[in-house]
């Protein structure tokens, strides 16, 4: 995956130099949470320097966006015409900025969750290599160059450390610290540990897909105990009660003798909000999904 800030059409090195001013004005925190979701992302920017990003983009999406709306406004004839072109723009930019801060979040996220799902499969590779006699470092490499995705990503940068002189067990322990993933971090810990202690690393790898394999147990069971409220709610909101509105309104409706627009405003209305539960039903799903699954 590329760290690409939504609603940008530069790269975040350009974006930080035409955003210096404002980041030099920002005040500086030692820890937050930002901080680590940018430095799990692998993006070469500070708190600082990102937020002056946002902002920056907030301020010309907003004041472009009015003008254009203003004009519209005034062309057209509205009353208040300034009011209306601010009521418009200033959620859209809002609602751009919000996507912004949010994306360091969501693309450690998803980073954090392809790792944890090729996890064991990887790990499961490494075993097969090492009880073939091959070593860890050339298991490393072949790993780097294998579909792992975000975990070939990491181990391509253990790789590229250590070619350049730093010892095994060090990049390991740093590769590890620097991941946001727990599961990852607890392997690559017991691996340099084990290295440290000169233990079989066969057995440590074994023992950690056994670890890993209780964990996916749990973390099924833990999903479908969720997916069951969730379906009884979807089946009342999507099912029940559409059926039931339907039958409802078409009583009162050919009671009343309704005019045939708004019946079918109503009936589009309604299958419109049918469709965006099943929307936030599919996404509620997927966002629970067991990691190491």
Not at 20 to 34: A, D, G, P, Y
Not at 141 to 161: D, H, M, P, Q, W
Request: hydrophobic share 45%; with cysteine.
């Amino acid at each position: 995956m590329i760290f690409k800030i939504p609603f940008t059409f530069s790269s975040p090195e350009i974006l930080k130099k035409k955003s210096r001013f404002i980041s030099s004005r920002l005040k500086h925190k030692k820890t937050s949470r930002l901080s680590d979701y940018l430095r799990n992302s692998d993006a070469s920017l500070t708190r600082e320097e990102y937020l002056a990003i946002c902002i920056r983009s907030f301020l010309i999406t907003f004041i472009s966006l009015y003008i254009i709306f203003s004009t519209l406004c005034f062309f057209i004839g509205a009353s208040a015409f300034c009011l209306v072109a601010l009521a418009i723009s200033l959620p859209i930019a809002g609602f751009m900025l919000f996507s912004q801060l949010m994306y360091p979040k969501v693309y450690s996220t998803k980073k954090q969750k392809d790792i944890e799902k090729n996890l064991i499969p990887a790990l499961e590779d490494m075993l097969v290599q090492l009880n073939s006699g091959i070593p860890l470092f050339t298991i490393l490499v072949n790993i780097s160059s294998s579909g792992y995705g975000e975990l070939t990503t990491e181990f391509k940068r253990a790789v590229k450390k250590i070619n350049s002189g730093m010892p095994q067990i060090d990049v390991l322990e740093e590769l590890g610290e620097k991941n946001i993933s727990p599961y990852f971090r607890r392997t690559l810990w017991q691996i340099s540990n084990g290295m440290r202690a000169g233990s079989d690393i066969s057995i440590i790898i074994k023992e950690s897909i056994k670890s890993l394999s209780e964990e996916q147990i749990i973390q099924i069971q833990s999903y479908g105990n969720k997916l069951n409220p969730i379906i009884m709610f979807f089946m009342l909101t999507a099912v029940i009660m559409p059926a039931l509105a339907i039958t409802f309104f078409t009583i009162i409706a050919s009671l009343v003798s309704l005019p045939t627009s708004i019946s079918q405003l109503v009936l589009i209305t309604l299958f419109g909000a049918i469709i965006f539960v099943q929307i936030m039903f599919l996404g509620t799903i997927r966002s629970l999904r067991p990691t190491l699954i």
